[in-house]
């Protein structure tokens, strides 16, 4: 029986046609009526009425013989993130990593000179200062902030390390700007990155890339340890797999 309503309250042109937004979503550059029906399996006729109605809702734009999606619909995702962050849905997958290794997980992106956090699961204190969401910490000897400094164009990356105050945070911490810059260019071949008390002493921690769909680096997630509890090349072994988990599940849910 609940099959059956199920059948019953399944509105399939509603399907179709969110189908169809899926299709113009991924050809940027716009479709032809010809192209859309054959790549959403429909007649021309089906096509066109779909097509229109995104027209006239103002979901897509027409010109010529080519649709495209309109802005419209990035306000409406906008609106959506405004209310809903994606680390408010993606928290879980940073409190099974914290869980699954007994350290905290966080989150943050690239503002400026520094990192903000913008997730973060606690574990042992490790840090003489207290990190919540809002936190900015130096993306020059943070793990994060070496992954997103990777991902800047090579003239932005230029200006950074040009300009960026640059501290000594403890006896190991990367001052020289060309030794910083290759740290960086490490972290992007590896795909990874890890800080070995730079930061501060006693504390590594390891960081991850998020991308979105276009390869671009959007967001770091890392985990953070005491140095006695992990090597360097135990961080390797037991955090980077399951933080490359974590990246995969982010990434999978929110950008593929």
């Not at 059956?4 to 979503?25: F, M, P, Y």
């Not at 988990?245 to 990434?251: F, T, V």
Request: proline letters at 4%; one cysteine or more.
């Amino acid at each position: 029986m609940e099959d059956e309503g199920a059948t019953r309250d399944h509105v399939g042109s509603l399907e179709r046609g969110l189908a169809v937004v899926e299709i113009l979503a991924r050809h940027p550059a716009g479709m032809t009526l010809t192209e859309m029906a054959e790549e959403a399996g429909l007649t021309r006729a089906g096509a066109r009425r779909f097509l229109l109605t995104l027209v006239t809702a103002g979901h897509a734009t027409q010109s010529g013989r080519l649709f495209s999606l309109s802005p419209r619909l990035l306000t409406v995702a906008r609106t959506w993130l405004d209310g809903s962050s994606i680390w408010t849905f993606a928290a879980p997958i940073l409190r099974e990593v914290a869980a699954r290794l007994n350290e905290a997980c966080s989150a943050a992106i690239l503002s400026g000179e520094d990192v903000v956090y913008v997730a973060r699961v606690p574990g042992r204190r490790i840090l003489s200062v207290s990190l919540e969401i809002g936190t900015r910490l130096p993306a020059y000897c943070t793990s994060m902030g070496r992954i997103l400094l990777s991902g800047l164009p090579p003239e932005d990356l230029e200006t950074f390390l040009a300009k960026a105050t640059i501290d000594r945070r403890t006896p190991k911490t990367i001052l020289e700007r060309a030794l910083l810059a290759e740290a960086i260019r490490k972290a992007s071949a590896d795909g990874f990155a890890i800080v070995d008390e730079e930061l501060e002493l006693g504390l590594r921690s390891m960081a991850v890339p998020i991308n979105d769909r276009t390869g671009r680096i959007v967001a770091a997630i890392n985990v953070s340890t005491q140095s006695a509890r992990f090597t360097v090349s135990e961080m390797s072994e037991k955090i980077l797999p399951v933080l490359l988990g974590a990246k995969q599940r982010i990434e999978e849910f929110f950008f593929v």
